[in-house]
């Protein structure tokens, strides 16, 4: 495979195995030398390199198995824009700007550390919330769940979230739950989940209301509570849990599990 | 690295389920989880997975010296490791608590029950015994390791042939298994240990925890037995008070449960041995599942496309035109609303490929499940997944067709040619048209 090389736009929506060199379209040389990685904006006609894929000689070289995923570049630019592996892995790797939901593990002086279901735990300062002050400091116990975003995420430091927007508002963050549900499912069926007009949800939606809380980590909470409601609540509860770790292996990328 | 911590949240929320004698994969106080033995090329070796919990044994042998005090008796050895592989909370060469309390329960279990027949292992007294060397590897941890460990290592007991022997004079020959048929090893009854987990001071009493439930348990009672009711090991951890009912009882469902662990066992042994007798196939990879990456691939069957344009037309018909981004907050539905802009998939969306394999996906976890193993009960968890995805289907404005396309091969509603066959799927068109005004 490697020897031959597959042409990148030809391979879009294919599956792809680690060690596949994908060719790029006749780009201008010049481009390559610019590459950049992350998720920042690329320029017009540049190529961006996402999860699962990395830069060699011949092209782009292919670290995980999933399907080839591309988006044209937001200009008219021709033979950019961002190619990325898309799969059904569980493990998570913080990205700067997810939504994720953690799990308070430990209150160490002024930040806390949080479980994200990455590699390393996460720090929070207890600054980070919303009309926090150093008088006022946020009534967090160890265990709690808080629902943040990643302002600090890159590999060789420790992730670093908030729980407020850069208006040093909450929109929604937060510590959430002291009741309710935590579950885990692959990363892939979350971004299914966020998608905008996912049908899962408006499908479960029609069988009844519902409130979920999706961190892009894996993780759903679900509020409701065994007691508030009549026998058969559990039922709906864990039909749910049950209903996203059946579609899990078979939604996303649709062949792996 | 460390392992996920439990929040408090879940803690809350698994103890009023249990409260409400409910359980999270919908089982019953007292339902074990599916037992499933599949064995290896070699004779030996087997997984035993209950639910998701996973273990495989291999057994060994070896000609050595007796201990002085026993001269006459084998070698028995059990050991248990856990493998970071099961769970990222396990080290790799750490005698944790409690991988040490496991294999001192394994060996009480197992060797001072003198389930194994030490002195048939014997070869010449005082000089040469076998050591029977039984490893046991926990493969994946969803809780219960005890039982699992424990029938694995039964089951390879029961499965591993050792060499066949002859003692001529001094001269001891053994034989290799193309000279001689292996010999089994005779084994006295077949122990098996059965987990109860305590919460709220002994008040509730679960059956074969799950790894969630044993993290927020009082306490532990595993009790050994075999099928003849006999209790080969007790024990109870966690420090919580128990009275004499309530072990009584616990014995007395050890003993149900014992019964029907040790049927399944006998059932697989002896399918492996019809199995190796008629030269078929054996080992890991028959006994898998097809869960692997070509399980999607559907066996091919006879399609009646009389209907296939019906369902095309549904599928159109349900399918919304792709809308653009969305202003903020969304409703979705009275009770489902979306706010910030984080929800978005930053990678790009990915709606247009998969809004084909949103059909097909309704009625996938049913084949994935499908049970292929031959000896076991039918799975309760698998069935309430069954029930979810009818549920679900059943909020189409037609559950008819809706619950038809189990059988249909996804993507290969090719459209016919024949006139004959469109003429008369107008037909049908009609009367479905028909149909949905009088709903």
């Known amino acids: 495979m490697a020897a031959s090389g597959l042409s990148a736009e030809v391979d879009v929506g294919q599956v792809v195995l680690p060690g596949d060199v994908l060719l790029l379209p006749a780009a201008p040389n010049a481009d390559g030398e610019r590459l950049r990685l992350g998720p920042s904006s690329a320029p017009r006609g540049r190529l961006l390199c996402g999860p699962g894929l990395r830069r060699c000689a011949a092209g782009l070289l292919v670290t995980k198995c999933g399907l080839l995923r591309h988006r044209p570049p937001a200009g008219a630019g021709t033979g950019g824009g961002a190619y990325w592996v898309d799969s059904q892995q569980k493990r998570y790797v913080p990205v700067k700007g997810d939504p994720i939901i953690g799990i308070v593990t430990a209150k160490a002086g002024d930040i806390f550390k949080v479980d994200v279901g990455g590699s390393e735990q996460a720090s929070l300062s207890y600054l980070a919330f919303e009309g926090a002050t150093k008088r006022n400091r946020p009534n967090v116990q160890v265990g709690d769940l808080v629902y943040g975003q990643f302002i600090v995420a890159n590999k060789d430091m420790e992730p670093e979230m908030v729980c407020i927007d850069s208006s040093g508002r909450a929109n929604g963050m937060g510590i959430i739950g002291h009741e309710g549900l935590l579950f885990k499912v692959s990363l892939g069926l979350i971004r299914k989940l966020l998608a905008p007009n996912c049908e899962i949800i408006q499908e479960l939606g029609q069988l009844y209301p519902f409130e979920i809380v999706l961190g892009m980590n894996g993780r759903i909470w679900d509020p409701r509570e065994v007691i508030s409601t009549p026998q058969d609540w559990i039922h709906q509860q864990s039909g749910l849990l049950h209903l996203f770790v059946a579609l899990s292996p078979n939604l996303g990328t649709g062949a792996f599990l | 690295m460390k392992e996920t911590p439990l929040s408090n949240c879940e803690k809350r929320f698994l103890l009023r389920a249990i409260e409400e004698r409910k ?154 298994p193309e000279e001689r048929d292996p010999v089994p090893l005779s084994i006295h009854h077949m122990p098996i240990c059965v987990s109860f987990a305590f919460f709220k001071q002994g008040t509730y009493l679960l059956v074969d925890p799950s790894e ?89 069957a006879p399609v009646d496309a009389n209907d296939v344009e019906e369902q095309a037309e549904e599928i159109i018909m349900k399918a919304d035109p792709p809308l653009d981004v969305f202003a903020k907050p969304i409703l979705w539905t009275p009770g489902t609303a979306q706010i910030g802009e984080g929800v978005e998939n930053s990678w790009g969306e990915l709606e247009e490929s998969e809004r084909g394999e949103e059909e097909d996906d309704d009625n996938d976890p049913d084949t994935l499940e499908d049970p292929k193993m031959e000896m076991e009960d039918v799975s309760i968890v698998s069935k309430t997944k069954k029930d979810d995805t009818i549920v679900l289907s059943d909020s189409e404005e037609e559950e008819v067709v809706i619950l038809k396309p189990e059988k249909v091969p996804k993507k290969t509603r090719t459209p016919t040619s024949s006139k004959q066959e469109n003429s008369s799927k107008k037909v049908s068109n009609k009367k479905r048209k028909k149909k949905r005004v009088s709903y």
Request: glycine share 6%; net charge positive.
């Open chain 2, 23 to 176: 359980r999270l994969d919908g089982r019953q106080s007292y339902d074990y989880r599916n037992v499933r033995v599949s064995f290896g090329t070699d004779y030996g070796c087997c997984v035993v997975e209950l639910g998701k919990t996973r273990v495989l044994g291999q057994v060994s042998c070896e000609l050595v010296a007796p201990k002085p005090n026993r001269a006459t008796e084998g070698i028995l050895f059990f050991n248990l490791e856990l493998s970071p592989m099961a769970s990222p909370a396990f080290e790799l060469g750490r005698q944790s608590e409690l991988l040490v309390k496991l294999n001192r329960l394994l060996e009480r279990c197992l060797r001072n029950s003198k389930c194994i027949d030490t002195e048939s292992l014997c070869v010449v007294a005082g000089e040469k015994v076998w050591q029977i060397r039984v490893d046991l590897h926990l493969l994946n941890h969803d809780g219960n390791i005890i039982d699992a460990a424990s029938i694995a290592a039964i089951v390879a007991l029961c499965h591993f042939r050792r060499p066949d022997i002859s003692v001529q004079g001094e001269e001891i020959t053994v034989y290799t």
């Open chain 2, 212 to 300: 969630r439930e044993e993290r927020v348990m009082d306490g532990l009672l595993v009790i050994a037995m075999n099928k003849h009711h006999e209790i080969c090991t007790i024990q109870s951890s966690g420090g919580i008070m128990l009275l004499k009912d309530q072990v009584l009882r616990c014995s007395k469902i050890t003993g149900v449960k014992v019964a029907e662990i040790t049927e399944l066992i006998q059932k697989a042994l002896e399918n492996d041995r019809k199995v190796r007798k008629e030269g078929g196939k054996c080992g890991f990879a028959e006994s898998i599942p097809n869960q692997k990456i070509t399980a999607f691939k559907m066996e091919r």
